[in-house]
């Protein structure tokens, strides 16, 4: 697959990633998010695939509103990543907190499909 097929092909995860986000939809993000996922968070503390998947499942995290504002796809020497800009709205405990943010997603390509091996997201 030439490059600008993989940046069209991860253009599309990094739009179902951010749907199953939205909508906390657990299964999608069981597909999407590689078992050995290694991730940061705002805080800067290590988060796994069944840590994001169990924060959904509860309603930890919940996205009132995730607007993406820039999108960069890279697919390139072996190296492909996307990087997102949104507005976010996300609600905890009653409270609701309102921040611009940015995730970086490194992909691969596992079992059929694109999946999320590394990645992070900070105070943009």
């Given at each position: 697959?030439?490059?600008?097929?993989?940046?069209?092909?991860?253009?599309?995860?990094?739009?179902?990633?951010?749907?199953?986000?939205?909508?906390?939809?657990v299964g999608a993000l069981d597909r999407i998010i590689s078992d050995d996922l290694v991730f940061t968070g705002v805080d800067g503390a290590a988060i796994s695939k069944e840590d994001d998947l169990e924060a959904h499942r509860s309603g930890a995290t919940h996205f009132e509103r995730l607007d993406e504002v820039s999108r960069i796809v890279h697919a390139s020497d072996g190296r492909n990543f996307t990087e997102v800009v949104a507005d976010v709205a996300t609600s905890a405990e009653g409270a609701t907190r309102v921040a611009r943010l940015k995730w970086h997603r490194e992909w691969e390509f596992i079992d059929g499909r694109w999946q999320v091996v590394k990645g992070s997201v900070a105070l943009a």
């Open positions: 697959m030439n490059d600008s097929k993989i940046e069209a092909a991860l253009d599309a995860a990094e739009s179902d990633m951010q749907q199953a986000m939205k909508s906390s939809d």
